[in-house]
């Protein structure tokens, strides 16, 4: 039960309630029934019996009730108001008729309510003294009513698990109709997660109980996140903008001072500010890429062949391939590779997987680039022999500012290129991943959405 859903749970133990409800009034009504028939048994026995006997003469060898609109008797039915009737003399059975079932031989218990069973059939019997030694007994049948009572308790009992599974399946809908707003909560938590889109809010529905008033709120946090990442963002951009002109200023004065610099000692201070100011530039120019790529739409977006773009890409990249004489193989696949997508920052993922398969390659290494089609994505594995990645490294590479070669200076890398792909790939709808083994080589997967 611990990885049920909520929703699960509830139904459950709703339904476990309900059916334990339902034993317990079964219970309650079988015990207080009988006792409430008994109860009305013994009354009616009782006021029979003790309203019978008094009218009752035994004259002749018969019984007689006496007449109560004239003065004339008549012969005594022995079955009056559901009520049987033996007259006993000297504990035998002296008057009346025999009952199928009754031991007429049981034990005189006047004035007492006693039961008597046998095979199945029970009495109530009820004995009272008459004149001349006489006994009148009385003789209830309580089979017809128990009977009756079990057949009801037979279809209750037939009918209660189809009460409780209506019961259940009513309960699901009513759970689920319930829980529909936490489940949109859930689904905008989703989407914001997946695309890191937070200008999504949580539609509201017009009722103002307490989940209504919980999506509500979470709306006006995204609010606010949205309002601090939007702030970010034009800070980066800002920030990044404003500090090309002085970096610009700061690196023409420099060249100007090297030019004019007249000891060695002195223009080579000069270069390590040169390359420092360069350093600072271009983190600047990526961080700038970076917040634009970011505020992509689907308007810069066109229609291109991703396998094209590669094999432009490898040719741009020809010289840094032959000066570690790495092949570079990209396999034409046999489907279509159109996507679409912002071309110019598609080429910079590219250039970036490939230039890093290269970096990071083997002397006479090698790079192969195939395709895929799986399920209306467009699968690229860029896969390399090169030195790989560590396990403790590889969760790390797409983080800003991260270098996983740690003995490389700050100018051979920023350690932005891995974060700028990864945003890139995202904002296209997709997905890229790495998978790496020391000293065998490292394949990176970008997965992204074909056009329909």
């Known amino acids: 039960m611990k990885h049920w859903s909520i929703k699960l749970k509830i139904i459950i133990l709703y339904t476990f309630f309900f059916a334990l409800l339902i034993l317990l009034d079964f219970y309650l009504l079988k015990t207080a029934a009988t006792k409430i028939l008994n109860d009305q048994a013994t009354r009616q026995i009782i006021v029979v019996v003790d309203e019978v006997s008094p009218t009752l003469q035994i004259e002749d060898d018969a019984v007689y009730v006496e007449g109560l609109d004239d003065d004339s008797d008549s012969l005594f039915s022995f079955d009056h108001d559901g009520v049987n009737f033996f007259v006993y003399q000297n504990n035998q059975v002296a008057f009346g008729n025999a009952i ?11 004035n007492v309510v006693h039961t008597y069973a046998a095979n199945g059939l029970s009495w109530l019997v009820y004995d009272v003294s008459l004149p001349g030694g006489y006994v009148l007994r009385g003789l209830y049948d309580m089979s017809f ?31 689920k109709k319930s829980f529909q707003p936490i489940k949109r909560i859930y689904q905008t938590a989703s989407q914001i997660e997946e695309e890191e889109d937070f200008t999504k809010r949580i539609p509201l529905d017009e009722s103002k109980d307490e989940v209504h008033e919980l999506a509500l709120m979470v709306n006006q946090m995204l609010d606010k996140v949205e309002q601090s990442i939007t702030r970010e963002k034009q800070f980066s951009s800002n920030v990044s903008h404003e500090l090309r002109t002085p970096l610009a200023v700061m690196q023409a004065q420099a060249e100007y001072m090297l030019v004019r ?14 390359n420092q100011i360069s350093f600072m530039e271009n983190i600047v120019t990526q961080l700038l890429e970076i917040t634009r790529t970011k505020q992509i739409s689907t308007s810069d ?42 071309q110019t920052m598609m080429i910079r993922v590219f250039s970036n997987l490939i230039t890093n ?14 395709f895929q089609a799986k399920n209306n994505d467009l699968i690229i594995d860029v896969k390399d022999t090169g030195i790989g990645i560590s396990k403790e490294k590889i969760d790390k590479i797409f983080d800003p500012f991260y270098r996983a070669d740690e003995s490389r200076t700050q100018t051979d890398s920023l350690g ?37």
């Not at 398969?357 to 195939?370: D, F, L, Q, R, T």
């Not at 792909?421 to 709808?429: K, N, S, T």
């Open 100 to 110: 199928s079932g009754f031991d007429s031989t049981d034990p005189i218990q006047l």
């Open 145 to 175: 009513i128990t009977t009756s009572f079990q057949d009801i308790i037979w279809i209750a009992g037939a009918i209660s698990p189809i009460i409780i599974l209506l019961s259940a399946i009513g309960g699901y809908f009513i759970i």
């Open 261 to 274: 610099a007249k000891t060695n000692s002195s223009k080579e201070e000069i270069n390590t500010i040169i």
């Open 301 to 342: 977006m066109e229609l291109i062949d991703v396998y094209d773009l590669i094999l432009m890409t490898g040719d741009a990249l020809s010289p840094q391939l032959e000066k570690k004489d790495i092949h570079l193989d990209i396999i034409k696949p046999n489907f279509s590779t159109k996507i679409r997508s912002n």
């Open 357 to 370: 398969a290269i970096k990071y390659n083997v002397e006479n290494g090698s790079i192969e680039i195939s």
């Open 416 to 452: 932005l290129g891995l974060s700028l792909v990864r945003e890139v790939v995202r904002i296209h709808g997709g997905e890229i991943t790495v998978s790496s083994e020391e000293h065998v080589g490292t394949t990176f997967r970008v997965r992204l959405p074909l056009e329909k």
